[in-house]
């Protein structure tokens, strides 16, 4: 499986997605770490791939989602944004009524890309 295929079925997999650097307990970055802190407010389990612990991954991703950044949250197999547009919808109370929406379905919360 090649690796645009891996970050594609990880994608499909996950009904809540996170790219970011680091874990939700320890984040490597700022916007990683806001990111973390509203999808942990919403009250909904996420699964997360580290992109630092996967380089392949983060070489790749960029491509895959055509969005150049991290972190980057997908809902439901779309994406959703960065830092700056999950911390608009949360603000908004939109991020709640979606993330709500979405199906069930999560794996592992640490996604190895074997």
């Known amino acids: ?13 996950n009904s809540i997605l996170l790219y970011m650097k680091g874990n939700p307990e320890q984040p490597q970055c700022g916007f990683s770490a806001q990111v973390t802190q509203i999808l942990m407010s919403c009250g909904k389990r996420f699964a997360y791939v580290d992109v630092l612990s996967n380089p392949d ?34 603000e908004k109370g939109e991020l709640q ?18």
């Open 57 to 90: 991954i983060r070489a790749n991703l960029p491509s895959v989602s055509n969005w150049p950044t991290f972190p980057q949250l997908f809902v439901d197999g779309e994406l959703v944004g960065g830092c700056d547009i999950v911390s608009e919808l949360h």
């Open 97 to 114: 009524s979606q993330l709500e929406n979405a199906s069930s379905e999560i794996a592992p919360e640490s996604i190895d890309p074997e």
């Open 1 to 13: 499986m090649s690796i645009e295929e891996t970050i594609k079925e990880q994608i499909n997999s």
